[in-house]
């Protein structure tokens, strides 16, 4: 088992997809639902043992904001996070942050991205999860037509003016 991707040794642009693409990952995983995780790990059987390097932990985080977006960014207030380190008997190591208090998703989300680190399951871990990717892309499909539904179009007539 791969342990993980050698960034070192990686090209830069093929190392820059790679961190890309992690990191799409692990936003599916820390929107995943309970079952949904639990169905991916299910597709992957057999999945090798995973030894806590870091046990589930519930704490604090800092959310910041902006105003309009683009403004200075000022402190919002605290949100409840987990966050999670395992690693796999082949000696990869995943992690997994989610928002409130979620130790068991959390865990598996690590064990999941511990297995996406392997090159070799790489996409058996992106197949498994394409049903949430599914899910999440709906979900924001149908927020995007909702937003749209109230869109007003402003325009300027310009009045023959030289």
């Known amino acids: 088992m791969d342990p993980a991707p050698d960034l070192a040794s990686t090209p830069a642009p ?10 799409w990952v ?40 902006r105003i309009g977006g683009d403004g200075g960014p000022f402190n919002l207030g605290e949100a409840t996070a987990t966050r999670a380190a395992v690693r796999l008997e082949g000696g990869a190591t995943g992690f997994g942050y ?11 989300a690590a064990i999941l991205d511990a297995l996406w680190l392997d090159a070799a399951r790489r ?10 990717a599914a899910r999440l892309e709906a ?10 539904a109230t869109r007003v179009d402003f325009f300027t007539l310009v009045r023959g003016e030289d």
């Open 26 to 65: 692990m936003g599916l995983l820390a929107r995943a639902r309970r079952d949904e995780l639990e169905a991916a790990l299910a597709r992957l059987e057999p999945v090798p043992p995973a030894a806590d390097l870091r046990a589930p932990e519930v704490g604090l985080v800092m959310v910041r904001g």
């Open 123 to 132: 996409g058996a871990v992106e197949a498994a999860l394409a049903p949430l």
């Open 139 to 148: 979900e924001a499909a149908a927020g995007r037509a909702r937003t749209d």
């Open 14 to 23: 093929y190392a820059s997809a790679l961190v890309a693409r992690r990191q």
């Open 98 to 108: 989610r928002l409130g208090r979620a130790p068991q998703e959390t865990r598996a």
